[in-house]
């Protein structure tokens, strides 16, 4: 895949997260009635961190760019699910997903660091593997 097509794919992406960012901070707000009545007591001073996800994000994004460039020098993908050689809107929808999932379960923060810290590692072995020509 081209540099060029790769940056075109993650920015599309971006701007389509943006925009649901934006739609999020226009949404219509609830009345305090409706969030006393919808929030738990127990959690109502619980907050939530985007900065295990945005890690999450980051090691993603770093695993798709270095498995594209060692799938270019001559590698295969030693993941069954993809094959030898997947496509690159293969990889940016799996890895898409997964972030997708932890943003809508609001998983606990060590779920998205653990995520991160897989991904992480992938992406280190992908540029860090030699591959026989």
């Known amino acids: 895949m081209k540099p060029r097509t790769l940056f075109l794919a993650l920015f599309v992406s971006l701007l389509f997260w943006v925009a649901v960012g934006y739609a999020v901070a226009h949404a219509a707000a609830p009345t305090r009635a409706q969030v006393k009545h919808a929030v738990d007591p127990a959690f109502k001073h619980r907050t939530y961190s985007y900065v295990p996800l945005a890690a999450l994000a980051v090691a993603a994004i770093a695993d798709v760019m270095t498995t594209r460039a060692a799938i270019t020098r001559g590698c295969r993908e030693a993941n069954p699910i993809y094959g ?33 810290a897989l991904f992480g590692a992938a992406a280190i072995h992908n540029a860090t593997i030699r591959c026989a020509p």
Not at 90 to 113: E, F, Q, R, S
């Open 84 to 116: 030898p050689h997947p496509s690159d809107p293969t990889l940016i929808a799996t890895h898409a997903l997964v972030i997708d999932a932890a943003w809508g379960t609001k998983a606990p923060p060590w779920v998205d660091y653990a995520g991160a």
